[in-house]
Nanobody, 123 residues
């Protein structure tokens, strides 16, 4: 079974920065891409950023472009989200998501989720 564990959330003032990390662990697996989503109170979970594992291509939600940067460490099976110029509207639980293939699924990619880490941006 593959597990995703996020870390790095916390309380920060508007204009500040945080760096989120997500580690994938488990038996032999292949990562296709990893992504970050967030869910604010009373709202649906939304896509923030994604990165492909092979080429490192990235995609972002328009409202975070230029402020957030997603990166990866293939050797450590980790993905990061550097968040700068944080705004109160960035307050949410941030979830790590990964498309992962294992021998148990005959190498068909399935989505996995972490349990989330809370980011609270005060004004």
């Amino acid at each position: 079974q593959v597990q995703l564990v996020e870390s790095g959330g916390g309380l920060v003032q508007a204009g500040g920065s945080l760096r989120l990390s997500c580690a994938a662990s488990g038996r032999t697996f292949i990562v296709a891409r990893m992504a970050w989503f967030r869910q604010a109170p009373g709202k649906e979970r939304t896509f923030i950023a994604a990165i492909t594992w092979s080429g490192g291509d990235t995609a972002y939600l328009n409202s975070v472009k230029g402020r957030f940067t997603i990166s990866r460490d293939n050797a450590k099976n980790m993905v990061y989200l550097q968040m700068n110029s944080l705004k109160p509207e960035d307050t949410a639980v941030y979830y790590c998501n990964a498309l992962i293939a294992t021998i148990e699924t005959h190498y068909y990619g399935l989505p996995y989720w972490g349990k989330g880490t809370l980011v609270n941006v005060s004004s």
